[in-house]
C-alpha cells in the first residue's frame, strides 16, 4: 500500500539544536561527509517556499528557483509518483532551508538538500525515503552526498512500504528483472563471481548456464570502489544490494556508474569509508 501525505512519516521531530540547520546536520547534509567532491560540495542554507511541483517531483520556488533533491530517486511507478507528489505538495507555501550542491543543471537546477523551517523540521528527501515513496540514488553523481539515507529504507522495507511492497528484486529472478527493463530497480544477491578485466569488471549473481543479474563495472569506477574497500577479495561470496537501470542484452544487466550503487548487506567490516 502507498501511504498518503496524512500518514506517511515526517524524518525526525528535533524541537531544540539549531532547527532546520542542525536536522541538516544529523542527516549528513551539510559538507562534512567523506564524500565532499565537487559535486557534492554545498553551499550556504537560504531560505524559500515551495510554490509547486513540475515533473518527477522537480522543486518550484517562491523565489522563481527549481531544484531537485538530492540523492533521491523519483519513483517511476504512477501510484508512488501521485503519492510522493501529495507528500511533497503537503508542505506548500511552508518556509524551507535550502542547501544547494554542486553546479546547475543544462535546465538550470541544481541538487538540493531541503528542510522545512520551524520547531519540528522535516526532511523533505529523508521524508520521502522513509515513508517508502522514494528510494535514495546518486543518480550521475560519484558518491552519495548523503549516505545516511539509504539507512532511513530500513523501515519501509522491512515493512513493505510503498516501494518496497515487493522488497528488492531477486539477482537470480530473471523473468523480475525481465519486467523492470529500462526502469530504475533495487536488486539484492549473492556475487558469485567477479570477473576483472582491463577495461571492465563483472559481477555475476546466478550460476554459470542459469539466467540472472550481470553488473557491470568501468575501470574508473572499479578503481573509487577499491579505495573504499571493495574489489575482488571483498565482494566474492558477499550478499549485496545493487541499484540502477535494468537493461536487457544477453541477460538482464545493471551498468554501475558510481560506486554508491553497490551497497554490502553482509560483511561490512571489508568496507572502509
Keep these: 500500500m502507498i501511504p498518503t501525505p496524512a500518514i506517511a512519516p515526517t524524518l525526525n521531530r528535533p524541537a531544540r539544536r539549531g532547527g532546520a540547520l542542525w536536522l541538516l546536520a544529523a542527516c549528513g547534509a551539510l559538507p562534512f561527509s567523506a564524500h565532499a567532491d565537487e559535486a557534492c560540495r554545498a553551499g550556504t542554507a537560504r531560505a524559500d517556499r515551495l510554490a509547486g511541483l513540475g515533473l518527477r517531483g522537480e522543486l518550484v520556488l ?87 539515507l539509504r539507512a532511513l529504507e530500513a523501515v519501509p522495507r522491512a515493512a513493505g512500504l510503498g516501494l518496497w511492497k515487493a522488497g528488492p528484486i531477486e539477482a537470480t529472478d530473471a523473468a523480475a528483472l525481465t519486467a523492470r527493463a529500462g526502469r530504475f530497480a533495487v536488486v539484492e544477491g549473492r556475487i558469485l563471481h567477479v570477473g576483472e578485466r582491463s577495461a571492465r569488471t563483472y559481477l555475476d549473481f546466478a550460476p554459470r548456464g542459469m539466467q540472472g543479474l550481470t553488473v557491470i563495472v568501468q575501470k574508473r569506477t572499479w578503481r573509487g570502489m577499491a579505495e573504499h574497500g571493495l574489489s575482488t577479495a571483498t565482494l566474492r561470496g558477499r550478499l549485496v544490494r545493487i541499484r540502477g537501470t535494468v537493461e536487457m542484452r544477453r541477460g538482464p544487466v545493471i551498468d554501475l556508474d558510481t560506486r554508491d550503487a553497490i551497497e554490502v548487506v553482509e560483511g561490512e567490516r571489508a568496507l572502509r569509508r
Design 62 to 148: 517562491a523565489s522563481g528557483a527549481r531544484a531537485v533533491l538530492s540523492d533521491l530517486r523519483w519513483p517511476d511507478e504512477p501510484e508512488a509518483d501521485a503519492a510522493a507528489r501529495a507528500w511533497l505538495l503537503s508542505f506548500r507555501d511552508t518556509p524551507l532551508a535550502l542547501t544547494e550542491r554542486g553546479s546547475e543543471d543544462r535546465w538550470g537546477r541544481r541538487r538540493a538538500d531541503v528542510v522545512t523551517e520551524g520547531a519540528e523540521p522535516t526532511d523533505l528527501a529523508g521524508g520521502l525515503i522513509a515513508a517508502g515513496l522514494a528510494q535514495a540514488d546518486p543518480g550521475e553523481a560519484d558518491a552519495l552526498c548523503r549516505p545516511s
